[in-house]
């Protein structure tokens, strides 16, 4: 008998023909069911769609609309004060990225402070002569290498605090760096060891080798794109800054305070590069948490480059504003995420999977795969990779299997959404992104949108030429 995590075919055919059953004994409640089970997917939907309509309309902050707005849900949906149990429980959820944001904000605030990007940058922005296509372009890459960790965070820490002083300098917009970072990122995360490919490989049983081949013509297509796209928005920022590529600008240094300049160690840059480096080698290595790695270099920097603790505080309390606004973002995060999945198997979350599902009509059968890459896209978007790949795609799959399309054309077609991903309110880092870019909510969505639809075709596009998506 086929299986596909809780799901048989015994199981899909219910699912498939249900409504031509004989109902049985048990059809009152099974109707009572299905009417919660509706509220509930309404509910869930209506969330995000009032949680997203608030903020665009700066009738409530970020952080205000991720509690207030979910706790009010949580209490149409019946659950009373277990709604703040469901909180809890997905604060609980985030305290991995909570801890490792915290060290790595701290961690990357040192390195900043005590000069370590410095002689980076300079040389940059002398290579650079002042033109920002040539910064644009060299983001774009500089993500796609660092994207290989498969942490987000990691991503946007690094390419943020090296990046950033070289576009206020040379007055680059900031959306164009969250943009390229973003983009790159979805990219490098399918690699196997990042979130969704990972849980896609053990939902469908799948080794790193079978479902990296399918992925790998999209990424590259797609990593190209994202250079092109770069290269496109160095153009625009030529023209709107009156830069020729013939001609220098040098941008002028950024003035620092006096004691902003005590805080520089210049003598201490190589140390902090090899920190820096073994940091980051152990987390592509897993050789332990990101959150204890980055602990552990903050305590070390902070000993090396600032042994006097009256220095160290003074430091850490430069770095603080940023951290806290960040970490208030994921554990706010965190509160939508736990009252969205309420409780096991019967909250909204699992609500709106079922009826993902039921929604789906049989005569698509041969294009089962194709539906199930573009129901990805709104359904990471919607729900949590966790959510989706456990809860959505196991009923999906084995519907899939019924039809006749493998594990690997299944795997494949989930993965297609991730173009969209991290577009979602339920993504962590992406307040990190935002706060060091210096742009809302509405912005980075509105924006970004539309060149992820790029990599989505691109990936769509790639797995119909190799048949790994493929209609029967």
Known sequence: MLRTGLYTEDRITVLLYQRQEAPGPGRKAEGRKGERDMYLAFLGFAMIVVFMGLIMAKKLSPFTSLIIIPVLFGLLAGYGWDTLEYAMAGIKDVAG????????????????????????????????????????????????????????????????????????????????????????????????????????????????????????????????????????????????????????????????????????????IWFNLILTAAIIAALILGLASSAILFGVGTAAALLVNYPNQKVQRNVISSIAPDMINVVMMVLGAGVLMGILNGPENAGMSNAIAEFLVAVIPESLARYFAVVIAVVSAPGTYLLNNDAFYYGVLPPLAATAQAYGFTDLNVGFAALMGQAFHFLSPLVPFIYLLMDKTEITLAQYQGYIFKWCIGIFVIFMAAGLVTGYLPIL
């Open 97 to 268: 990225t909570f801890s490792m944001m915290t060290f790595a904000i701290l961690y990357f605030g040192i390195m900043l402070t005590a000069g370590m990007f410095d002689p980076m940058v300079d040389k940059v922005v002398t290579w650079c002569k002042g033109d920002p296509l040539k910064v644009l372009v060299g983001t774009a890459v500089l993500a796609a290498f660092v994207s290989l960790d498969g942490d987000g965070t990691t991503t946007v820490m690094i390419c943020c605090t090296a990046m950033i002083p070289i576009y206020e300098r040379l007055k680059i917009k900031k959306i164009y760096l969250a943009t390229l970072i973003i983009l790159q990122n979805c990219i490098m995360n399918l690699i196997p060891w990042g979130g969704p490919t990972a849980r896609v490989m053990s939902v469908m049983h799948l080794d790193a080798g079978e479902i990296l081949a399918p992925l790998v013509p999209g990424m590259v297509l797609s990593a190209v794109y994202v250079i092109g796209v770069s290269y496109y928005l160095g153009l625009k920022e030529r023209k709107r800054l009156g830069v020729s590529k013939d001609v220098e600008n040098h941008a002028v240094r950024v003035e620092l305070s006096e004691e902003e300049r005590a805080w520089k160690r210049p003598g201490l």
